[in-house]
């Protein structure tokens, strides 16, 4: 069955510094993997894709295939990157979130 | 990407009563799907929802209790049949294709009394 695992609920990195969530899944075919984010009383917003290899606002994330890995990295975090940042995986036609990563930027 | 306007945002209703909820989306999508989130968690897929097909429920969800329908490509409703105060939660719904990602309707926040 496929599955997408956020190790960590909470997460606090001061500003400036490196951030790094973490997102490993398990499929045994071809994955499509998204990070999405929620600010406060927002709805919920696509940040990446794997398949566009992109920058959005700082982040990035590489699909590592050996490790089953997608996780989102930026190098120097910013208050407004304040957020619950959930990994989710498409495969056998659905649509599957982790558990979410609430992330919290010390001024 | 497509953007989707869902409705109702919130709602009180008494036990033992239905509401439909309805997502409508600014262009075509192949695949639709309906979460419920509990404040603070994660998001639960009830069910996948196809233009032409029947819905396709995931564990521990029936379509006697969440009955969908999806008459065309820009378009879906989720009713939350019987409710009970178990069923207080928010709904979502989601639609898109393949890689380009899919977008998510503002939600809709059912308490159940």
């Known amino acids: 069955a496929q599955r997408v695992t956020q190790p960590e609920k909470l997460l606090s990195v001061f500003k400036g510094a490196p951030v790094e969530l973490k997102c490993n899944y398990s499929?045994?075919?071809?994955?499509?993997l998204f990070w999405y984010v929620q600010y406060s009383r927002q709805r919920l917003q696509l940040l990446l894709r794997?398949?566009s290899r992109e920058s959005i606002k700082g982040f990035t994330a590489d699909l590592n295939k050996g490790e089953t890995s997608f996780h989102l990295k930026k190098p120097f975090a910013q208050e407004e990157d304040s957020a619950m940042y959930y990994c989710?995986?498409?495969?056998?036609?659905?649509?599957?979130f982790g558990t979410g990563t609430r992330l919290t930027i010390i001024p | 990407s497509a953007v989707i306007s869902q409705k109702p945002s919130r709602d009180i209703c008494q036990r033992g009563t239905s509401l439909t909820i309805q997502c409508q989306v600014d262009s075509q999508v192949t695949m639709m799907f309906w979460y419920r989130q509990q404040p603070g968690q994660s998001l639960t897929l009830i069910a996948t929802?196809?233009?032409?097909?029947?819905?396709?429920?995931e564990s521990g969800f029936v379509i006697d209790k969440f009955p969908i329908s999806r008459p065309n490509l820009t378009f879906s409703t989720l009713t939350v049949s019987n409710m009970s105060p178990e069923d207080s939660s928010i709904y979502l719904c989601?639609?898109?294709?393949?890689?380009?990602?899919?977008?998510f309707g503002s939600g809709t926040r059912l308490t159940v009394v």
């Open positions: 929802a196809n233009q032409g097909s029947e819905a396709t429920y």
């Open positions: 499929y045994s075919g071809s994955p499509e």
């Open positions: 794997h398949i």
């Open positions: 989710a995986f498409f495969g056998n036609e659905k649509l599957t």
């Open positions: 989601s639609g898109g294709q393949g890689n380009y990602g899919y977008t």
